[in-house]
C-alpha cells in the first residue's frame, strides 16, 4: 500500500478555509502521487484556537466527516484524516476521524493524553478509550495523536494486538523537535513496526511547528523524513515482510514476562 503523508500549514480558527485548502491537497496529492492513503495532521480544521474552540469546532463529527467521505469516493483514495476539534455532549474532544476509499468511516478515535504545554486540558475532554487497531485493505494499523508518542502504555498494546504500522497525526513544536525524532524512532523499535507520521508546519499564537514528517521502518531505520519549513508530502510504501523480519530475528514478543508489568 502507498502512502501519503501531508505536511501542511493550517489556517488558524478557520474551519472552511482549511477544507478548501485540504480538498486542493487531497486532489493533487491523488493527481501527482496516486497513493491508496492520505493521511493528514492533527487539528487541521482550527489549529490551536483553543478559545474559540466553542464556535468553531465540529459537532460530533460533522461536517468533517460528510466531507471526508464525500472526498475520499470521488478520488477513490482511503484517509487517515488526521484529527478535528470535536464538540459532544460532555465537552471538545480533539478526535482523529479514518475513512475508506469507498466512503465507509472506518475508525475513530478522541485523544487520550492533552499536552499541558499547549493548554489543551484547559479546553479539551481527555479521550476516554485506548486506541485499538484497524484495518485498510490488510494492513493492520494503530492510530495515535501527537502528545500520545510519550506513553508507550498505550502503544503496546497496538502491537500485541497485531498492528504492522502506527501513524501519527500531529502538531508538534519545533521547540521539542528532537524528542519527536528520537520517541518515533524509540517507538518503530521497541514495537517492530513501521511508525509513519504527519506533522504540521507554521506559525501559531507564538509557537513554531517541527514539520520533519517521518517514516521509521521496524528497524529504527530513518527511511523519509520532510524538511522543517516546507509544506510537502512524503510518499512511500510499506514492505510487511521488514515487520516479520524483524520480529523473527529480535524476538521480543516471546521474549516477554508479563507478569512482571503489572
Ligand atoms: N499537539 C501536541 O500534542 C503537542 C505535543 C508536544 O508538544 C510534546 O509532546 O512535546
Redesign the pocket.
Known sequence: MKFSLCQMDIVPGDPEANRKRVQEWIESTVQNENPDTIVLP??WTTA?TLPQLEEIADHDGEPSRSFLQQLAQQHDVNLIAGSVANKKEDGIY?TAIVIDRKGNAVYEYD?A???P??D?PQYLQGGKKRPEVFELEGLKIGLI??????FPEIIRPLALDEAQALFIV????E??AN??ENLQIARAIENQMYVLSANRIGNYNGVEFSGRSMVVNPWGDVLEKGSQHKEEVITTTLDLEKVKQVRKDVPIFESRVPHLYD
Open positions: 492533527e487539528m490551536y480533539n485523544k493524553h492533552l499536552v504545554m499547549l489543551e495523536i501527537c502528545y500520545d508518542l510519550r500531529a502538531e508538534w513544536p521547540a521539542r524528542h519527536w
